[in-house]
């Protein structure tokens, strides 16, 4: 009876979820249609009909862990779903250089996300972000919030390499950008860090310096959205890590973590 009471519970909170998902994409301008022609509502309900099915044909009610379990799969499933619909893109000019595309890495439910620029030349060659001197540098950031690399989730705004390491253009980030609010909805992280001016006046649709956006709250789609520098400036300017301890120290106060 226990079990069946938190099925219906997990399973409002899937039809919640649904719904989120669906404001969330009616929130970002996007289209309801999967580019598979499914609509996007069809995918948090895949794990509803299981659990339904499972009760008519009178079987045991799946316990509250399993259908937890299930629950998971449709969040892993739906970044799995972004990358397939991003499949071996050539929606904008970055695809014709590159090696890899670099989608995001972490915890597909991680609070906390690290949203970069774009991949540079070691990022391009593993197909993984922020894996070069400045990634490493992000790394020991992370760490010295008390997280470990794998507990948030790291990713770009645009996922295929400036040839040159220049700043991506406004018609690559417009190309690419659907992709990371999709991520972003899936994940449903309690705070956005965003890396460096790109990012952040990226997403805050702002072209305020990057000097003036840190160090203070801003909001992104009702996430709770930290500008910072990005790692990269800091090995070249580490005069201004101090300020970017600063921001991360705001982070971890939203945490609940000790800040010295
Ligand atoms: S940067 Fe984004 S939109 Fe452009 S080719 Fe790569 S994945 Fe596609």
Redesign the pocket.
């Known amino acids: 009876m226990t079990d069946q009471k938190d099925t219906r519970a997990v399973l409002q909170e899937i039809v919640r979820d649904a719904r989120g998902l669906l404001e969330w994409r009616q929130s970002a301008g996007l289209p309801l249609e999967m580019a598979s022609g499914k609509a996007f509502v069809a995918r948090p309900s895949v794990a509803a009909p299981v659990v339904m099915a499972t009760a008519k044909i009178g079987a045991p009610a799946k316990t509250t862990t399993a259908v937890v379990a299930e629950r998971k799969l449709v969040v892993l499933e739906d970044l799995a779903a972004i990358r397939a619909d991003?499949g071996d893109?050539?929606?904008?000019k970055?695809?014709k250089a590159?090696k890899n595309?670099v989608f995001g890495v972490g915890d597909p439910h991680a609070q906390l996300v690290f949203v970069g620029e774009g991949p540079g030349e070691e990022e391009d060659r593993t197909g993984e972000p922020f894996v070069g001197r400045a990634g490493q540098l992000l790394t020991k950031m992370i760490e010295a919030m008390g997280f470990r690399r794998q507990d948030v989730y790291i990713c770009n705004v645009?996922?295929?390499r400036p040839p040159g390491n220049r700043n991506p253009e406004p018609d690559?980030i417009a190309?690419?950008e659907p992709?990371l609010i999709r991520q972003l909805g899936a994940i449903k992280p309690k705070v956005i860090v965003a890396l460096g001016k790109f990012a952040a006046q990226t997403l805050l649709r702002l072209e305020t310096p990057i000097s003036k956006l840190r160090g203070q709250w801003h909001e992104y789609q009702g996430i709770k959205f930290m500008p910072t520098f990005h790692p990269a400036y800091l090995l070249r300017s580490p005069g201004e890590k101090v300020k970017a301890w600063d921001d991360l120290k705001l982070v971890m106060k939203e945490f609940g973590r000790e800040v010295k």
């Open positions: 991003i893109c050539t929606r904008c970055l695809c590159r595309i645009v996922k295929c690559e190309a690419c992709f």
